[in-house]
């Protein structure tokens, strides 16, 4: 269940809203990334904040901010594109010059684990046909 503040009125009598759903996690675009580029990607993605919007696992800390294992880009020209020529940054995403193509490819390495992490987590216990075949 994701927290949620809720606010009441002394002699209020308004039901408690229903919670929201947790959405499913799908099953990642790629095939997991080598441990050691992944590990590289964590430490760039708190180096380069984007851990301050996305969180440490790549999980959303803030309400407007996609979960990145929910919604990871689909491969790596799309989160060049988002993160170092700036396609996102009307809606709030912040551009990246300065990040080099190799940053960008552990970060997106980083990412696409963090996903599978999740998505075998929630799918623990099912057919073997749907968790990723490099995870071996």
């Excluded at 675009?29 to 990607?41: E, I």
């Excluded at 799309?78 to 990040?99: D, F, R, S, T």
């Amino acid at each position: 269940t994701q927290p949620r503040l809720l606010a009441f009125k002394l002699g209020g009598n308004s039901p408690i809203p229903a919670a929201a759903e947790v959405p499913s996690m799908p099953k990642p675009p790629v095939p997991r990334f080598d441990q050691p580029l992944a590990r590289l990607g964590q430490l760039r993605f708190e180096q380069h904040i984007c851990s301050e919007c996305h969180g440490l696992s790549a999980e959303t800390v803030q309400g407007g901010v996609p979960d990145l294992r929910l919604a990871p880009p689909p491969n790596l020209d799309v989160l060049k594109a988002i993160v170092i020529g700036g396609a996102l940054k009307a809606n709030g995403m912040p551009q990246y010059e300065h990040l080099t193509p190799e940053e960008a490819e552990s970060i997106y390495a980083f990412v696409i684990n963090q996903a599978w992490d999740a998505y075998d987590a929630e799918h623990k216990g099912t057919s073997e046909n749907d968790t990723d075949p490099d995870q071996e």
